[in-house]
């Protein structure tokens, strides 16, 4: 078979001139998954005084021990006015600021109390169970940096720094549609020869996942004018790329040739040296970018995994999915592979701390239920020799 692209180069294709999408002003609850395009700086210092980190008494570390005066209390949003002189103690809870004069707090458990007064038999050294203003993070501090992917801890540090917004890189917007006369959806009562469509929906919780935003264009029959009106009204829509399943045989690859002509671009068809998979389409459509993938579901999900996945963090600015590919042992021999660089289906376990990625026996490419079982595929080189049971491979996981 002359005439394969590698998986290597057809990725380089689709990520080509693919840059982080531009930044847009979020509400700081909702950035769970973006990737930040400036730096937050904090706005102010955390905690914003020398507070107590226990429930006590405010005194100072001099007078101890000793019987002190209490004058006042400190809790929380709520702290003492005044200052702590010779001889005084405050009442002071968890998270109050520390008043003034004191240096020291005494957890209440060390500390009897006898009316207006309290006794402290032991000594403290200053600074006990104080947290120092800024202990956490000081104002003008860069808490997070650009590129930084937010999950909900980040957001935690993000809405304390005090930013009740926050940049962030668009989201992609990612139209999806199903091409193929047999297809109809799920929940219909299929006719003598009809599938039911399950690829879209997988694309779309794959987009969703990667970032991106998701909208189902739903089926398209094998005809110009019906496949041109659906394309035309994803680039009216505003979508950043455009995936298609389906299209694949050649007859099915003329009619997209020619929409793609009619919308005055070129449609670029590639045989990859993959399996499962093989025919991958892209165009660019101004700027939407076009991809074809194939109708076999698993191929259709193996190639989103392999190139709509890549291209969708690239444009949400969330780095290089090239790095994802993890170590792993065979659980069961493999033959050598022949020139076209296989995606097994494989289940995982940890055996001895070693991750062990089993390959499913049967991998026909159009198995979904194997599909569901699987939770990585593992990597094999084009010629890769055949390999026993326990020797090194490289996995990708399928629950990113
Ligand atoms: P194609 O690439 O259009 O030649 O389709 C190859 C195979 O995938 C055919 O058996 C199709 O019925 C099947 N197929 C195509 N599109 C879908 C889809 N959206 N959902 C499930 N199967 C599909
Ligand atoms: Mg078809």
């Not at 050294?125 to 930084?148: H, N, V, Y």
């Not at 992917?149 to 199903?178: D, F, G, Q, Y």
């Given at each position: 078979m002359a005439g394969l692209l590698p998986v290597d180069e057809a990725l380089a294709r689709v990520l080509a001139g693919a840059q982080p999408l531009p930044e847009e002003w979020i509400a700081v609850g909702d950035c769970d998954g973006r990737v930040l395009t400036r730096d937050l700086v904090a706005g102010r210092s955390q905690p914003p005084d020398d507070v107590s980190s226990m429930d006590g008494y405010a005194v100072r570390a001099a007078d101890l021990p000793g019987r002190l005066r209490v004058i006042g209390e400190s809790a929380a949003g709520r702290s003492f006015a005044g200052s702590v002189a010779p001889g005084e103690a405050v009442r002071i809870f968890t998270g109050a600021p520390v008043p003034a004069?004191?240096?020291?707090?005494?957890?209440?458990?060390?500390?009897?109390?006898?009316?207006?007064?309290?006794?402290?038999?032991?000594?403290?050294?200053?600074?006990?169970?104080?947290?120092?203003?800024?202990?956490?993070?000081?104002?003008?501090?860069?808490?997070?940096?650009?590129?930084?992917?937010?999950?909900?801890?980040?957001?935690?540090?993000?809405?304390?720094?005090?930013?009740?917004?926050?940049?962030?890189?668009?989201?992609?917007?990612?139209?999806?549609?199903?091409?193929?006369?047999?297809?109809?959806?799920?929940?219909?009562?299929?006719?003598?020869?009809?599938?039911?469509?399950s690829n879209a929906l997988a694309l779309a919780a794959v987009v969703h996942r990667a970032g991106g935003q998701p909208t189902l264009l739903g089926i398209s029959p094998d005809r110009l004018d019906e496949t041109l009106a659906r394309v035309r009204l994803a680039r009216s829509q505003g979508h950043d790329i455009l995936v298609t399943s389906g299209g694949a045989s050649v007859g099915e690859y003329d009619l997209m040739q020619q929409v793609i002509a009619t919308e005055g671009a070129t449609l670029g068809f590639w045989k990859i040296a993959m399996r499962p998979g093989k025919p991958l389409m892209m165009a660019d459509l101004g700027p939407m970018r076009l991809l074809g993938l194939p109708g076999n579901p698993v191929a259709s999900f193996v190639c989103a995994m392999l190139f709509l996945r890549p291209l969708l963090l690239r444009l949400a600015g969330r780095g290089d999915s090239a790095d994802e590919a993890e170590e792993a042992v065979l659980g069961a021999d493999v033959p050598a592979n022949d020139l076209r660089a296989d995606h097994l289906r494989a289940t995982l376990a940890v055996r001895d701390g070693r991750l062990v990625a089993t390959p499913f026996p049967v991998q026909d490419s159009s198995m979904i239920r194997v599909l569901a079982e699987a939770e990585a595929l593992i990597l094999r080189p084009p010629h890769a020799p055949a390999a026993a049971a326990g020797s090194p491979c490289r996995i990708i996981r399928l629950d990113s």
């Open positions: 004069g004191a240096d020291v707090v005494v957890m209440q458990e060390d500390v009897g109390r006898e009316g207006d007064h309290v006794v402290i038999a032991g000594s403290a050294r200053p600074g006990k169970f104080i947290r120092r203003r800024g202990l956490d993070f000081s104002e003008g501090l860069t808490g997070l940096s650009a590129g930084t992917l937010m999950n909900p801890r980040r957001l935690a540090l993000a809405a304390a720094m005090n930013h009740a917004t926050v940049p962030v890189h668009r989201r992609p917007r990612v139209a999806i549609l199903s091409t193929g006369d047999e297809l109809v959806e799920p929940g219909t009562a299929p006719g003598p020869g009809q599938i039911v469509s």
